[in-house]
C-alpha cells in the first residue's frame, strides 16, 4: 500500500477535531477488480493519540452529511474516522437505481486499503480498527467480514452493518465480530436475509442481530419521510420508502458505541 498524496490538514473551529484530505490504492487481492485510486477524508481527535480508529463507508447516495456525521460521532466516541469517497473516487455519484455500477464486493479492498492506510499513522492504534458501513456500504462489511478477506490481518477487528442487503447460503464464513442493525420493515434489504446469514454462521458466536420493529429503510437518517427509486432484489429498480426512527436510531448507535468498546479498546 502506497500514500498517494496527503493534502492539507483542516482544524474546525469549535470542534475539537482535525479532517485531512487523503488518497491511497484499493487492490482487489482476487484480481477480480482493477486497482483505483480511493480519495478520503481523516477526522482526528484532538491529541497526540494513539486512538483507536473506525471506517465509515457510505450508503448508495455517496458521500453526504449522514457520513460525515457518523465521522464526527466517531471522532467524539475517541476514535481517528476515515471516510473513503468509493463513488466519486470512481466518478460516481448517487448509485442507488444501479448499486452494481460498483458493486459492494468492488468496495472490500477500499476498506482494506483505508485500514492499511491508518496503520502508517502515528496516532492510530493500527490493531485496533472498526468499520462501520451504511446500506450499500453494509453489505460491503458483510462481505469484508468473510473469512477469505483477511481484514482481521489488517487490524480490523469489529464490523457494524447498518440495514445491509445479505446474502444467505454465501455469508456464513464471518471471521470479525459483527453487529447488524437492521428494520424490522424494511422494504428495500429485507431484515429476513440478514436473520438467516445470523443462522447459517459457521461461528454465531461472533453475530449479533439487532432488529427493529417497525424500522424501515435508513432509520438513522434524521429526515421527513420519503420515496425513493432504488435497485433491489432481482436488479429490480422499486419505489423504497425511507424514514426515520428515533427510538431505533438512539439504540442502534448504543449498540454501536458498546459494540466498538468491547471489541476496540
Not at 483477511?150 to 456464513?172: D, L
Not at 429503510?217 to 428515533?246: C, I, S
Request: charged share 20%; glycine share 10%; with cysteine.
Amino acid at each position: 500500500m502506497r500514500l498517494l498524496a496527503l493534502v492539507v490538514a483542516l482544524v474546525v473551529p469549535g470542534l475539537a477535531f482535525a479532517q485531512t484530505s487523503v488518497k491511497f490504492r484499493s487492490e482487489d487481492k482476487f484480481g477480480f477488480f482493477p486497482a483505483a485510486t480511493i480519495s478520503a477524508t481523516v477526522h482526528k481527535p484532538d491529541g497526540p493519540g494513539p486512538f483507536p480508529a473506525a471506517i465509515v463507508l457510505h450508503d448508495c447516495g455517496g458521500i453526504a452529511d449522514h457520513t460525515t456525521a457518523w465521522a464526527r460521532r466517531m471522532v467524539r466516541w475517541g476514535y481517528v474516522a476515515i471516510v473513503p469517497d468509493s463513488f466519486g473516487s470512481r466518478g460516481l455519484g448517487n448509485s442507488c437505481q444501479n448499486v452494481v455500477a460498483v458493486s459492494e464486493r468492488q468496495r472490500v479492498p477500499d476498506a482494506l486499503g483505508a485500514a492499511q492506510f491508518l496503520a502508517t499513522l502515528p496516532h492510530v492504534r493500527k490493531d485496533s480498527i472498526g468499520i462501520v458501513g451504511f446500506s450499500h456500504g453494509g453489505g460491503t462489511v458483510m462481505k469484508g467480514v468473510q473469512g477469505s478477506m483477511e481484514w482481521s490481518k489488517a487490524g480490523i477487528k469489529a464490523a457494524v452493518a447498518y440495514y445491509p442487503f445479505c446474502n444467505p447460503g454465501s455469508e456464513s464464513s464471518i471471521a470479525v465480530p459483527l453487529l447488524i442493525n437492521i428494520g424490522e420493515s424494511d422494504d428495500w434489504t429485507p431484515a429476513a436475509r440478514c436473520q438467516a446469514v445470523a443462522r447459517e454462521a459457521l461461528n454465531p458466536s461472533l453475530v449479533t442481530l439487532k432488529l427493529y420493529p417497525g424500522a424501515l429503510h435508513a432509520f438513522d437518517r434524521d429526515l421527513p419521510t420519503r420515496w425513493v427509486q432504488g435497485m433491489g432484489e432481482g436488479g429490480q429498480v422499486k419505489t423504497r420508502k425511507l424514514e426515520y426512527n428515533g427510538p431505533a436510531t438512539r439504540d442502534a448507535e448504543s449498540q454501536t458505541k458498546s459494540f466498538f468498546e468491547r471489541h476496540l479498546n
